[in-house]
């Protein structure tokens, strides 16, 4: 029964990322990735690349009806607070939902790095993100190197990074 709601799930994440237009090519290891700005949960705006030059980025995407999203997200907060002084920085991208069920998400789970608004989701589609979650991995010099799609343990995660701090 788990399974079958687990492929379920995979299946309506795909059409709904898709449903409202065309999704972009993935883009490709050594290349940069697309530039964005979108809004923080907490306020403001961060721009990639600009406000993370020099830092190795973890771009994640997300929902909170996503099953894989929750227990991924907890367990890379410790990672997180740990390599974020040597540069790591995490974005939590968050796909087509509003602020409020965003928010009522990431304080169930305590999790301290930014969150990021794609609210129409034109970021994913730019990314080419076609399930949820799905990591992007970006270099200090602003170049892809990694992609994980679906659910990523710590050691996963780091094994990304491996030799970059």
Do not use: H
């Amino acid at each position: 029964m788990v399974k079958t709601i687990t492929i379920v799930l995979t299946i309506a994440s795909v059409l709904l990322l898709n449903a409202c237009g065309e999704s972009s090519p993935q883009p490709q290891n050594g290349q940069p990735p697309p530039a964005f700005a979108l809004p923080l949960l907490d306020g403001g705006t961060s721009r990639f690349p600009e406000d993370y030059a020099n830092r190795l980025v973890a771009i994640r995407f997300w929902a909170d009806w996503c099953p894989f999203c929750e227990s991924e997200m907890q367990a890379l907060q410790p990672v997180f607070e740990q390599y974020r002084e040597q540069g790591l920085e995490i974005l939590a991208v968050n796909v087509r939902q509003d602020p409020e069920t965003a928010a009522a998400f990431i304080q169930k789970l305590g999790v301290g790095y930014p969150t990021l608004l794609d609210q129409e989701g034109e970021v994913a589609r730019r990314y080419g993100v076609l399930g949820l979650p799905t990591t992007y991995f970006v270099a200090r010099d602003g170049r892809l190197i990694g992609k994980i799609i679906g659910e990523s343990t710590p050691e996963m995660f780091l094994s990304m990074l491996e030799g970059r701090f």
